[in-house]
């Protein structure tokens, strides 16, 4: 049925049919006539962040947490362009968002007028797709474009820039409109010879690895890897991002390889001989030195983007698919079978590489904060982290219970994603427990979005690993420096307890190993949000290590 | 796969693309990115209502080469890509040769015109203008034996190319030398099947 509407009210509707309950904005001059209407659709709430780059962070963490399409509103110029760090660090793990700026009037573009900003073009590079509308008669078919590129195939974000008489504009609405895309296929099943030679490699392998990456979180295939894992017996190491996508208690769980892994997680992948890779893209961080990547190996990489086969890493066997259609498809054709001696010899390099050795230490390292964290909430917390020293304990000593329970900036490594990304997780999951572990640097780069959390009663729970320093970047210097330490220490940081409490959130500092559990459970116990200001001792190094670019040769382990 | 002189590597592509504001934009954005360098490109407009035709020659590092095809098909407004270097290929460029020509010379240039099959196009008092097709090394050599008599303008477009539709191998005039051994891209359809291109 057509409607006739304003451009403003055709993208509520559209929004809403979409299935959208939540999006994550500010106002500004271009985007007023969207907010509007807002009033008339109770059924969109609308989350007001302190910065724009909040707004898309938080749109990402509901994304991840959800699994459905986290939605963004920014007006044009600074606002639009304050979005870019949340869409390239969604751009780069496949995060499922969409966007929606207002834009100057049509009559003003590419005259420089106040607040505009060429975003369409802008973006280009940090999207998977963007739309500038110049009719209201395109809103609503754009709209539904946009989520389904946003959410299938491999996912991602996508920008719609809105000239503000767009949004005034009368147009017509066809909500039963079918979406015709001819230069966008969805890659469904693989082609069944891909299947076969797979399973024909499986099916030989004597020491095989499964690589579960990003892809396997993002199709919810936990159950799928679960079974092609124990029906064939096969070792499991996830990705940064694949972390969560296996149970970690599981016998089979082989931690998660790379520049700061378990040295057996990359020694495993290092003596395999057939990589089976799902959905992860053979980062950087986890290749190393591609020439000398686990050389021994044959390769099965199964990936949704055919783009991503044999972009850094040749493999003998591609597959291209949606990986949850391919495990139903390969775990017919892969043999029940015991890999004994494989698997004791990966127990073996468990046991001599322990690789989460927690540093005899009477004072507060960073590790006891995230082991004490992990027994205190049973591993059964949403995490969301920052990027940086902290980052990696997480990922190293955080026990995950629950599929995907793991959000962390992978690809693009972006600091102050912990303070919005769990205030995004918590509006989509307000029955469960958010930790946010953040680093001292990464939590004053978005630390606005306190108040955020307070206007909206979210009971997150921040766990600041303050070193005082910009850790990561001390470990480098110490590294690659010849310990050359430049603007890595701030001398000048707030009392975090201070400041939570100017915000009217409780805040804890704990300083001592021994205060550890008691304030896990009291901010545990706590109803509201709560801060916790865990004050760590400063480290040079954080093993195991793969130096950038190396290979698992030049792997440090622990040199104490 | 056609190595230049300096030890990169060629690939010929073709693409179905939306005839849609901000579309070379997109492609071009991608080529900068992945660091694909445009040795020639060719568009226009299609047989389709709606869709462009384009012919690019990339030039770079073998492997990187490699993936432009799969690149430009993540491109929403990419409709159809295909690598088409190592198929059974015509492909022609054309140019526009301004050369200096006094009444003494005409008679020698038009010679070689003649031999070369080009239309003159323009003749001025000093100068005459000719259009040549054909493939790279035919447009080459003309130039060079122009050369000697003075260059005002040398205008070349891209190479267009397209699938032979015969199995019958005609004047190999432009034909791209093929290699069918060496294609390995396949390019997968939108139920995931792949097939060769
Ligand atoms: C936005 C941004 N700027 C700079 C960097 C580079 N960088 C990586 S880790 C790091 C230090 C992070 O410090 P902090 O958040 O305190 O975490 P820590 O390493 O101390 O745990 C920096 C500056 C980055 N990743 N992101
Ligand atoms: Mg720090």
Same mark, same amino acid.
């Given at each position: 049925?057509?409607?006739?509407?304003?451009?403003?009210?055709?993208?509520?509707?559209?929004?809403?049919?979409?299935?959208? $309950?939540?999006?994550?904005?500010?106002?500004?001059?271009?985007?007023?006539?969207?907010?509007?209407?807002?009033? #008339?659709?109770? !059924?969109?709430?609308?989350?007001?962040?302190?910065?724009?780059?909040?707004?898309?962070?938080?749109?990402?963490?509901?994304?991840?947490?959800?699994?459905?399409?986290?939605?963004?509103?920014? @007006?044009?110029?600074?606002?639009?362009?304050?979005?870019?760090?949340?869409?390239?660090?969604?751009?780069?793990?496949?995060?499922?968002?969409?966007?929606?700026?207002?834009?100057?009037?049509?009559?003003?573009?590419?005259?420089?007028?106040?607040?505009?900003?060429?975003?369409?073009?802008?973006?280009?590079?940090? @999207?998977?797709?963007?739309?500038?509308?110049?009719?209201?008669?395109?809103?609503?078919?754009?709209?539904?474009?946009?989520?389904?590129? !946003?959410?299938?195939?491999?996912?991602?974000?996508?920008?719609?820039?809105?000239?503000?008489?767009?949004?005034?504009?009368?147009?017509?609405?066809?909500?039963?409109?079918?979406?015709?895309?001819?230069?966008?296929?969805?890659?469904?099943?693989?082609?069944?010879?891909?299947?076969? /030679?797979?399973?024909?490699?499986?099916?030989?392998?004597?020491?095989?690895?499964?690589?579960?990456?990003?892809?396997?979180?993002?199709?919810?295939?936990?159950?799928?890897?679960?079974?092609?894992?124990?029906?064939?017996?096969?070792?499991?190491? @996830?990705?940064?991002?694949?972390?969560?996508?296996?149970?970690?208690?599981?016998?089979?769980?082989?931690?998660?390889?790379?520049?700061?892994?378990?040295?057996? !997680?990359?020694?495993?992948?290092?003596?395999?001989?057939?990589?089976?890779?799902?959905?992860?893209?053979?980062?950087?961080?986890?290749?190393?030195?591609?020439?000398?990547?686990?050389?021994?190996?044959?390769?099965?990489?199964?990936?949704?983007?055919?783009?991503?086969?044999?972009?850094?890493?040749?493999?003998?066997?591609?597959?291209?698919?949606?990986?949850?259609?391919?495990?139903?498809?390969?775990?017919?054709?892969?043999?029940?079978?015991?890999?004994?001696?494989?698997?004791?010899?990966?127990?073996?390099?468990?046991?001599?590489?322990?690789?989460?050795?927690?540093?005899?230490?009477?004072?507060?390292?960073?590790?006891?904060?995230?082991?004490?964290?992990?027994?205190?909430?049973?591993?059964?917390?949403?995490?969301?982290?920052?990027?940086?020293?902290?980052?990696?304990?997480?990922?190293?000593?955080?026990?995950?219970?629950?599929?995907?329970?793991?959000? $962390?900036?992978?690809?693009?490594?972006?600091?102050?994603?912990?303070?919005?990304?769990?205030?995004?997780?918590?509006?989509?999951?307000?029955?469960?427990?958010?930790?946010?572990?953040?680093?001292?640097?990464?939590?004053?780069?978005?630390?606005?979005?306190? /108040?955020?959390?307070?206007?909206?009663?979210?009971?997150? #729970?921040?766990?600041?690993?303050?070193?005082?320093?910009?850790?990561?970047?001390?470990?480098?210097? $110490?590294?690659?420096?010849?310990?050359?330490?430049?603007?890595?220490?701030?001398?000048?940081?707030?009392?975090?307890?201070?400041? /939570?409490?100017?915000?009217?959130?409780?805040?804890?500092?704990?300083?001592?190993?021994?205060?550890?559990?008691?304030?896990?459970?009291?901010?545990?116990?706590?109803?509201?949000?709560?801060?916790?200001?865990?004050?760590?001792?400063?480290?040079?190094?954080?093993?195991?290590?793969?130096?950038?670019?190396?290979?698992?040769?030049?792997?440090?382990?622990?040199?104490? | 796969?056609?190595?230049?002189?300096?030890?990169?590597?060629?690939?010929?592509?073709?693409?179905?693309?939306?005839?849609?504001?901000?579309?070379?934009?997109?492609?071009?954005?991608?080529?900068?990115?992945?660091?694909?360098?445009?040795?020639?490109?060719?568009?226009?407009?299609?047989?389709?209502?709606?869709?462009?035709?384009?012919?690019?020659?990339?030039?770079?590092?073998?492997?990187?080469?490699?993936?432009?095809?799969? *690149?430009?098909?993540?491109?929403?407004?990419?409709?159809?890509?295909?690598?088409?270097?190592? *198929?059974?290929?015509?492909?022609?460029?054309?140019?526009?040769?301004?050369?200096?020509?006094?009444?003494?010379?005409?008679?020698?240039?038009?010679?070689?015109?003649?031999?070369?099959?080009?239309?003159?196009?323009?003749?001025?008092?000093?100068?005459?203008?000719?259009?040549?097709?054909?493939?790279?090394?035919?447009?080459?050599?003309?130039?060079?034996?122009?050369?000697?008599?003075?260059?005002?303008?040398?205008?070349?477009?891209?190479?267009?190319?397209?699938?032979?539709?015969?199995?019958?191998?005609?004047?190999?005039?432009?034909?791209? *030398?093929?290699?069918?051994?060496?294609?390995?891209?396949?390019?997968?359809?939108?139920?995931?099947?792949?097939?060769?291109?």
């Amino acid at each position: 049925m057509l409607k006739h509407l304003t451009g403003s009210e055709i993208v509520c509707e559209a929004l809403i049919k979409e299935g959208v $309950s939540v999006v994550f904005g500010i106002p500004g001059g271009a985007i007023l006539p969207l907010y509007g209407v807002l009033s #008339k659709y109770p !059924a969109l709430r609308h989350i007001l962040t302190r910065h724009e780059q909040g707004a898309a962070h938080a749109a990402d963490g509901y994304a991840r947490s959800t699994g459905t399409v986290g939605v963004a509103f920014a @007006t044009s110029g600074p606002g639009a362009t304050n979005l870019v760090t949340g869409l390239a660090t969604a751009m780069m793990d496949s995060v499922p968002m969409v966007a929606i700026t207002g834009q100057v009037g049509r009559a003003a573009i590419g005259t420089d007028a106040f607040q505009e900003a060429d975003i369409t073009g802008a973006t280009m590079p940090v @999207t998977k797709h963007n739309y500038l509308v110049m009719r209201a008669d395109d809103l609503g078919r754009t709209v539904h474009e946009a989520f389904h590129i !946003a959410r299938t195939g491999r996912p991602g974000p996508v920008l719609i820039d809105i000239p503000k008489d767009v949004f005034i504009e009368m147009g017509e609405y066809d909500p039963d409109e079918s979406i015709d895309l001819p230069g966008y296929s969805v890659p469904g099943m693989a082609d069944e010879a891909q299947i076969d /030679a797979a399973a024909a490699l499986i099916n030989q392998a004597e020491r095989p690895v499964i690589l579960a990456g990003h892809g396997v979180v993002l199709s919810r295939s936990f159950d799928e890897l679960r079974e092609l894992a124990e029906k064939a017996q096969i070792p499991v190491v @996830t990705t940064l991002l694949g972390i969560s996508s296996f149970p970690e208690d599981h016998v089979l769980s082989t931690g998660f390889p790379g520049m700061h892994g378990m040295a057996y !997680a990359s020694l495993a992948i290092d003596q395999a001989d057939l990589i089976i890779n799902f959905g992860s893209r053979f980062d950087d961080r986890i290749v190393g030195d591609a020439q000398r990547f686990s050389t021994g190996s044959k390769k099965i990489h199964v990936d949704i983007d055919p783009a991503e086969i044999n972009k850094t890493i040749h493999v003998e066997a591609p597959v291209v698919g949606n990986i949850k259609d391919v495990f139903g498809q390969l775990l017919p054709k892969v043999k029940k079978t015991t890999h004994v001696e494989w698997l004791q010899h990966v127990e073996h390099l468990k046991a001599e590489h322990p690789s989460l050795r927690i540093p005899e230490s009477d004072r507060l390292m960073g590790q006891h904060v995230v082991k004490a964290l992990s027994d205190v909430t049973k591993g059964d917390a949403i995490i969301t982290t920052g990027v940086g020293q902290h980052q990696m304990w997480a990922a190293q000593h955080y026990q995950f219970k629950n599929a995907n329970s793991w959000l $962390s900036s992978g690809g693009a490594g972006t600091m102050g994603y912990e303070v919005p990304s769990a205030i995004g997780a918590q509006v989509g999951n307000p029955d469960k427990l958010v930790w946010s572990i953040c680093g001292d640097g990464g939590f004053q780069m978005t630390m606005m979005e306190l /108040a955020t959390v307070v206007e909206n009663r979210l009971p997150i #729970k921040y766990a600041i690993m303050n070193n005082n320093h910009l850790g990561m970047i001390t470990q480098w210097q $110490s590294f690659f420096y010849d310990g050359d330490y430049q603007a890595e220490t701030y001398t000048g940081n707030p009392d975090f307890v201070k400041l /939570a409490e100017a915000y009217g959130i409780k805040g804890i500092r704990v300083t001592s190993q021994d205060e550890l559990e008691s304030a896990i459970r009291e901010a545990n116990a706590h109803e509201g949000p709560v801060v916790v200001d865990f004050v760590i001792e400063k480290v040079d190094d954080l093993y195991p290590m793969i130096p950038v670019g190396q290979s698992i040769e030049e792997l440090i382990e622990d040199p104490n | 796969m056609a190595e230049t002189a300096n030890g990169t590597f060629q690939r010929t592509i073709a693409a179905l693309v939306q005839d849609r504001p901000g579309v070379l934009a997109r492609i071009a954005g991608l080529f900068r990115r992945r660091g694909f360098n445009i040795a020639s490109l060719a568009v226009g407009r299609s047989e389709r209502s709606g869709l462009s035709r384009m012919t690019f020659v990339v030039e770079g590092p073998e492997e990187v080469v490699r993936q432009v095809a799969a *690149q430009l098909d993540r491109l929403i407004d990419v409709v159809e890509v295909h690598d088409i270097t190592e *198929q059974n290929i015509v492909w022609r460029e054309l140019a526009l040769i301004k050369v200096r020509a006094n009444a003494g010379k005409r008679g020698e240039i038009l010679e070689l015109a003649n031999i070369f099959r080009v239309n003159v196009i323009d003749i001025g008092v000093e100068s005459l203008t000719m259009e040549i097709s054909g493939g790279r090394q035919k447009i080459d050599s003309l130039i060079e034996l122009l050369r000697k008599f003075g260059l005002e303008e040398v205008i070349r477009t891209g190479r267009v190319a397209t699938l032979r539709g015969t199995l019958v191998e005609g004047e190999d005039d432009g034909l791209f *030398q093929s290699d069918a051994s060496k294609s390995t891209y396949t390019l997968p359809t939108a139920t995931g099947e792949s097939g060769s291109v």
